[in-house]
Nanobody
Framework: QVQLVESGGGLVQAGGSLRLSCAAS????????MGWYRQAPGKQREFVAY???????YYADSVKGRFTISGDNAKRTVALQMNSLKPEDTAVYYC?????????WGQGTQVTVSS
């Protein structure tokens, strides 16, 4: 069975840091991109960052300069280092992997930033 498992979410005060990790397991062929979306209560899921198999990265403007994405193609893992966290970063963060047949999603991990 193919699955994505996120970890590292939790509660942190504004200005603090968290590191999210995501690991892909099972039979997944032809991974092009791994990355992160997030969804806050009452809002639509929004793009956060991705890293391609060629190690190219892209960030949403809202997190640029604060978040850093990294990945390991061989291990099929991706991490999101989140610094200078703000209350507006509070959301469920979802790992995703883009493959030839579509997109797979993790179950999500809660990030709560208190003021």
């Amino acid at each position: 069975q193919v699955q994505l498992v996120e970890s590292g979410g939790g509660l942190v005060q504004a200005g603090g840091s968290l590191r999210l990790s995501c690991a892909a397991s099972g039979s997944i062929a032809g991974i092009n991109v791994m990355g992160w979306y997030r969804q806050a209560p009452g809002k639509q899921r929004e793009f956060v960052a991705y890293i391609s198999s060629g190690l190219k990265t892209y960030y949403a403007d809202s997190v640029k300069g604060r978040f850093t994405i990294s990945g390991d193609n061989a291990k099929r893992t991706v991490a999101l280092q989140m610094n200078s966290l703000k209350p507006e970063d509070t959301a469920v963060y979802y790992c995703y992997v883009q493959v030839g047949t579509g997109v797979l999603w993790g179950q999500g991990t809660q990030v709560t930033v208190s003021s």
